[in-house]
C-alpha cells in the first residue's frame, strides 16, 4: 500500500465513521424530535379538551340558573294555589256558607288558581 492509498482508505473510513456517528446523532435529535411532537400533540389536545369542558361547565351553569328561577316561580305559584285552597275550603266549612255565597267566591277566583 502506497501511501497515498493509506491515507485514502483512512478518510473513506473516517467518513464512513463520521456517518455513523452522524446516523446516531440523527437517530438521537430524531427522538428528541418525536418527543416534542408527541408533548405538542398532547398539550394541544389537553387544551381543546379543557375548552370544550370548561364551555360546557358554562352551559351547565346558566341551565342551572334558569332552573333555580323556574323552580321559584313554580314555589309561588304553589303557594298561591295553596293559600286558595284554603280560602276556598274555609268558606265551604263555614256554618254560614250558603251555596250562592260559595258560587260567588269561586267565580272571584283565577281560573285555575293561577294567578297570572
Known amino acids: ?12 473510513g473516517g467518513l464512513g465513521g463520521l456517518g ?15 418527543r416534542a411532537e408527541a408533548a405538542e ?6 387544551v381543546t379538551l379543557m375548552n370544550e369542558l370548561q364551555e360546557e ?6 341551565e342551572a340558573r334558569d332552573l ?3 323552580i321559584g316561580q313554580v314555589r309561588t305559584e304553589a303557594r298561591a294555589i295553596a293559600d ?8 265551604i266549612m263555614s ?5 250562592d255565597g260559595l258560587r260567588a267566591l269561586v267565580g272571584q277566583s283565577p281560573p285555575n288558581g293561577r294567578t297570572h
Open 84 to 91: 286558595e285552597l284554603h280560602r276556598l275550603r274555609m268558606a
Open 1 to 12: 500500500m502506497t501511501g497515498w492509498t493509506a491515507v485514502l482508505i483512512a478518510v473513506v
Open 68 to 70: 333555580r328561577a323556574e
Open 20 to 34: 455513523g456517528i452522524a446516523a446516531l446523532a440523527q437517530a438521537v435529535i430524531g427522538r428528541k424530535k418525536i
Open 95 to 99: 256554618p254560614a256558607a250558603t251555596l
Open 57 to 62: 361547565a358554562r352551559g351547565a351553569r346558566t
Open 41 to 46: 400533540l398532547i398539550t394541544g389536545s389537553a
